[in-house]
């Protein structure tokens, strides 16, 4: 476990920064590009552990995929093409991999099987394979399928209708990639909408999709072809610079070809809420996945309520917006955010306490944080416990304590950042 001491910030941040490749985009491409007839060429890749599990994955399953620093080819074979692993895939610390990935194996006519860490070990998966089972997958693993290690026996799916009780990028990703292997139409109902990377990666390779209010339906049977991938910044990375840019007075930073996925931009609406000063230049809106450079400077914030619809669309930022409100005047109340408590660590629970540990006021609810803003933060020893986001956010909060932050289980943050640090340095004057 790495720990490393971490000094506030002498001055303001100034400078720019290329913001890694998307997390989740970089999952999708490499998934679609296995699955799809043909080459695909995925630049821009995000080289984290969560995505280099994935690629692993594909490789068990025979897939021939070259990894040059960000640029990845892929020699995909097509659904067919995808052949029967011996041994257990290892998802690593990747929730996204592993639910995406049952979706998928759940279309094909053998058996995989699936386990992770510690973290993905507690995480519950019957959101994904209750409705697999409706389908006609044949699911065993711990608890009847809900926890890790998990067995699917794949093959001859139905499609059916199904309405997500829980809105859940995931699981709805992890149905549409099984509904394109199922017999007929698969429809999928999101109480509010959630990231569309999935849907827009489809079309991308060459498939269909419709979308209907809050309803997706894709055909079975389509056949896909390879396509070239440009992935853009990950906006859940940008988050952490958004965020210090605008608690560290006389800071002002130029964040380059940032994902402006509307399905994703929710950290823009909050800060747009509490004040803060951004500004968007050089977008694409009409791009298959829109980017754009933030400009973001130093403000003087407010408070504001975060909940609804809204969280969603700003999930993996929960945690550096809780810090984010511990400097703005007011009040600020994140609530219908339930789903932080089945993330890498309960986010609620473990933000609160390692920021009440360098002097934040904050209150925990079922759903959510009640944070007092206006408070000066001391310093002190804190833990990401194995989640990068809460390992970033310590980091970030650093920069304006009064004295050093001990940063515990640090090699975290390499999850979907590996060049966080070097990064985070070069905007110090």
Known sequence: METIKLIPASAGLTGEIAIPGDKSISHRAIMFGAIASGTTVVKNFLTGNDCLSTVSAFRNLGVTIDLNETTVTIQGKGLDGLKEYNGTIDVGNSGTTIRLMMGLMAGRPFQSKFTGDSSIAKRPMNRVTLPLKEMGCSIDGKENGNYIPITIKGGNLKGIPYTLPVASAQVKSALLLAGLQADGETSIT????????TERMIRQFGGRVDVSGNTIHVQGGQQLKAADITVPGDISSAAFFLVAASIVPGSKLLLKNVGLNETRTGILTVLEEMD???????????????????????????????????????IDELPVIALLATQAEGET????????????????????????????????????MIISGGTRLTGGRVSSHGDHRIGMMLAIASLICENEVILEDAESIAVSYPTFFKDLEKLKK
């Open 190 to 197: 999101e109480p509010s909408s959630t990231r569309d990377h």
């Open 276 to 314: 803060a000063s951004t500004e968007i230049n050089n977008s694409n809106p009409d791009a298959y996945e829109p980017a754009g450079d933030i400009t973001v400077s130093y403000s003087q914030l407010k408070g504001t309520t975060i909940g609804g619809s809204l969280i969603p669309r700003l």
């Open 333 to 368: 109340v994140i609530r219908d955010a339930a789903e932080l408590r089945v993330k890498e660590t309960d986010r609620i629970e473990t933000v609160a306490s390692e920021l009440r540990k360098l002097g934040a006021k904050i209150e925990t609810t079922e759903d959510g």
